[in-house]
């Protein structure tokens, strides 16, 4: 073999495997590339999943702040409601007692209501003897009461009535100075209480505690006359 021989088979090994390196970078070029994608693939997938349950947290804490929210603002508008309405009735309350506190002003209806208060005390006690206190203003009326109680009372009850005795010592608080000032507590719109001998026991049947029984006992037809049926309110 001469050495143009040679060196055409040289050429031809040359050839051969730089055509087989070639061939092999690209097997390895398309492999990295189809490994790159996969990775950036899976990459993207975690991305999109990451951003997604953020979003998905972020709104899921943004729908709990505006049920708190709007659970807060349900029960201050239902404390401003039940506040409003609770005004409402003491403002009728106050206008009872208002209306009460001028009873007193009419002599006749007053002490035939006196009667009536001193009689029902006496029942409810069943003593022998009682003392009966009143308002000071009020102690010249009720003595004048006193012997038509007995007469009512045994009419009433069949028998005669216990010994009652005026309470010239303690008295009830004094008649409101003025329409404005009923509900306070240091006066009374009239009445009496009347207690055992000893003043364990007490009937107090004072317009204002008559009002109060008369108030809880009917509270809730009160509220049904002033605000009708209440709807649940949903939430």
Do not use: W
């Not at 008649?175 to 009347?194: L, Q, R, Y």
């Not at 204002?208 to 649940?232: M, W």
């Amino acid at each position: 073999m001469n050495d143009g021989e040679v060196e055409r088979q040289i050429d031809q090994m040359v050839r051969f495997i730089k055509q087989e390196a070639e061939e092999k970078a690209n097997e390895i070029n398309v492999s990295a590339e189809e490994e790159f994608n996969i990775q950036k693939l899976q990459q993207l997938d975690a991305e999109k999943a990451r951003i997604r349950k953020e979003y998905e947290k972020k709104e899921s804490s943004g729908d709990a702040k505006k049920k708190i929210e709007r659970s807060k603002q349900l029960n201050n508008t239902r404390i401003k409601v039940l506040q409003a309405r609770e005004d409402a009735v003491q403002q009728v309350v106050k206008e009872s007692q208002a209306k009460l506190s001028e009873i007193s002003k009419d002599s006749t209806k007053y002490k035939a209501l006196l009667v009536d208060l001193i009689v029902q005390a006496l029942g409810k006690l069943a003593e022998n003897d009682v003392l009966i206190k009143t308002r000071k203003v009020d102690q010249g009326v009720v003595k004048e009461c006193v012997e038509e109680a007995k007469k009512k009372y045994k009419s009433l009850f069949g028998q005669d009535a216990p010994t009652m005795k005026l309470n010239e010592k303690d008295f009830l608080p004094p008649p409101p100075s003025s329409a404005a000032k009923v509900d306070e507590e240091d006066n009374c719109c009239g009445g009496v209480a009347v207690t055992s001998a000893d003043g364990n026991i007490v009937c107090s049947n004072t317009l204002d505690d008559r009002l109060h029984i008369a108030y809880s006992q009917n509270l809730p037809s009160i509220r049904a006359t002033l605000f009708g049926i209440e709807a649940p309110v949903r939430t």
